[in-house]
C-alpha cells in the first residue's frame, strides 16, 4: 500500500476513535437514539404486543422504529462539530474525503449499535416469529447500512442550516423509501423463513442502492463540508 | 407575447380534440381521456425536475447565482405539474381501481417526488446566507436525484401494479390509437411549450430584478 492511502486510513481511524471516545464520555448520540427507539417500541408494544401480528407488521414497526430513531440522533456527528465550534480545525486537520469516510463509519457504528439494542429488545417485547434469524441480521445490517449512508452525507448539511432541527427526517425519507420498502418487505421474507436466494433481489437492491449513494456522497461532500 | 396566443390557440385545438375528435379508447371510454392531461403533467413535473437538477450541478461547478434561481424556479414549476399530475391520477384511479389512493407503486414514486420538492424548499428555506443555500439545496437536489431511477424503474418491477403501461413500455411500442396519439402529442407539446414560456417568464423577471438592483 502506498503510502499517501496508509495515511488517509490512520486519518480515518483517528477521527473514529475521536468520535466514539466523546461518544463513551458524552453518550449523547446513543442514548438520544436509544431512548427514542424504546419510546416507539412500548408504545407499539401497548397497542399490539398481545395479539399475534402478521410478519410484515412486525417488520414495518422494526423499521419504523430503527428509522425514527436513527434520523432523530445520527445528525448529531455534525452539529456537535458545528456548535462546539471545532469544525474549522477539523477541515484544517484533514481532507473532504478522510472526513466523509470517518463520519460514516462512526454514524454506521452508532446505528449498529442502536439496532443491537434494539432488535432483541422487540423480540422479547413482540414475540415475532423469527424463522430465519441468519437473514434478519443479514437485512437488518444491510438496511442500517443504506441508512448510515443516505443520512451521512445530509447530516452535513442540516448541520450547516440554521434551524438544525427537525430538518434530517424531512430530508430523509424520500430519499430513504425506496430503502424502507425494500428492507421491509426484506424483514418480512426472513421472519416468515425464506432463504438467501429468496430474498437475493432485496439485498442486491440495497447494495446497489448504497453503492450509487455513497459515490454520490463522496463526490458531493465537499461542497458541504468545505464552507 | 406570441407565446401567449399561439399556446392559446393551441391549447383551445387541442381540447377539442381531446373532446371530439379522439375516440373513446377500448376498454376504458371516454375515461381514457384524461391521459392527455395526466401523462404530459407528470412529464412536465420529471422534466422540470431534471432541469432543476442540472441548474443545480451547474451552480455546484460555476458558483454563479443565476443558476441557483433558475434551479429554485424550475423546481416551484415542477411541483405545481406534478401535484396536478397527482390530482389526474387519483381521479383515474378512483374510477378504474375503486379509490383515489391505494399505493400503487406509481403513486408512491410521484408522491416521493413530491416529497423531494417539498423537503427542498423546507431546506432553502431554513438557510439563510444565499450561497450557502444555493450549495446545500444543489447537493441534496443532485442527491434526491439519483434516487429517482431505484422508484420509478427499479421498485415497480419488483412489486405489482395497476397501473396502466407507461408509454415508453418494454416493448418499446406504443399502444395507441391513431387518432388518440396524434391529440396525445399534440397535449404533451403544448405543457411542454406552457413549461418552457413559464420558465422564460420567470428567468425574464430575473434578469429584470438583477438590471434595477444595479
Known amino acids: ?227 | 407575447m406570441s407565446w401567449k396566443y399561439t399556446l392559446g390557440f393551441w391549447f383551445f385545438l387541442s381540447i377539442a380534440g381531446a373532446f371530439v375528435y379522439a375516440p373513446p379508447a377500448m376498454g376504458l371510454g371516454d375515461l381514457a381521456r384524461i391521459i392527455f392531461f395526466h401523462v404530459p403533467l407528470a412529464w412536465v413535473g420529471v422534466l422540470a425536475y431534471l432541469v432543476a437538477m442540472v441548474n443545480g450541478v451547474r451552480y455546484l461547478k460555476t458558483a454563479r447565482p443565476e443558476y441557483d434561481h433558475k434551479a429554485a424556479f424550475n423546481a416551484e414549476i415542477g411541483l405545481v405539474f406534478t401535484l396536478l399530475a397527482t390530482v389526474t391520477g387519483a381521479i383515474f384511479a378512483r374510477h378504474t381501481w375503486g379509490m383515489y389512493w391505494n399505493w400503487d407503486p406509481r403513486q408512491v414514486s410521484i408522491f416521493v417526488l413530491l416529497l423531494i420538492y417539498g423537503a427542498y424548499f423546507a431546506l432553502r428555506s431554513s438557510v439563510e446566507n444565499p450561497q450557502r443555500r444555493a450549495r446545500l439545496s444543489a447537493v441534496y437536489i443532485s442527491l434526491a436525484f439519483i434516487t429517482v431511477p431505484f422508484l420509478v424503474f427499479i421498485i415497480p418491477r419488483l412489486y405489482p401494479t395497476l397501473h396502466p403501461d407507461p408509454i415508453l413500455n418494454a416493448e418499446r411500442r406504443i399502444n395507441m390509437e391513431g387518432r388518440m396519439l396524434q391529440v396525445f402529442l399534440a397535449f404533451l407539446a403544448g405543457f411542454t411549450g406552457l413549461y418552457a414560456w413559464i420558465a422564460q417568464l420567470e428567468s425574464r423577471v430575473l434578469r429584470l430584478r438583477a438590471r434595477f438592483k444595479r
Not at chain 1, 399490539?48 to 434520523?71: E, N, Q, T, Y
Not at chain 1, 452508532?110 to 423469527?130: D, G, K, R
Not at chain 1, 448510515?148 to 434551524?163: D, H, P, R
Not at chain 1, 430519499?175 to 421491509?184: G, N, Q, S
Request: proline residues 5%.
Open chain 1, 1 to 227: 500500500m502506498d503510502p499517501k492511502s496508509s495515511a488517509s486510513i490512520r486519518r480515518v481511524l483517528a477521527l473514529v476513535r475521536k468520535d466514539l471516545l466523546e461518544e463513551y464520555r458524552a453518550r449523547y448520540a446513543i442514548s438520544t437514539l436509544l431512548v427514542f427507539a424504546v419510546t416507539i417500541l412500548v408504545v407499539v408494544g401497548f397497542a399490539a404486543g398481545m395479539d399475534p401480528l402478521p410478519g410484515h407488521l412486525h417488520s414495518s414497526f422494526i423499521w419504523l422504529v430503527l428509522f425514527f430513531a436513527a434520523v432523530t440522533g445520527i445528525d448529531r456527528s455534525f452539529v456537535k462539530e458545528e456548535e462546539k465550534n471545532t469544525s474549522p480545525t477539523l477541515r484544517l486537520a484533514a481532507d473532504p474525503d478522510v472526513v466523509y469516510a470517518g463520519k460514516l463509519a462512526f454514524n454506521f457504528l452508532v446505528l449498529l449499535a442502536l439496532a443491537a439494542l434494539v432488535l432483541p429488545l422487540y423480540v422479547i417485547l413482540m414475540n415475532p416469529p423469527v424463522k430465519n434469524a441468519p437473514l434478519l441480521v443479514a437485512m437488518v445490517v444491510a438496511g442500517v447500512w443504506c441508512l448510515a449512508v443516505t443520512t451521512t452525507i445530509l447530516a452535513a448539511i442540516v448541520a450547516k442550516t440554521g434551524t438544525r432541527n427537525a430538518l434530517l427526517p424531512v430530508l430523509s425519507f424520500p430519499l430513504l423509501l425506496a430503502v424502507l420498502t425494500t428492507v421491509v418487505s426484506g424483514t418480512t421474507m426472513a421472519l416468515e423463513g425464506a432463504g438467501f436466494t429468496g430474498a437475493r433481489q432485496e439485498l442486491q437492491f440495497l447494495l446497489s442502492y448504497s453503492v450509487v449513494m455513497l459515490t454520490v456522497s463522496w463526490l458531493l461532500f465537499p461542497y458541504v463540508w468545505n464552507d
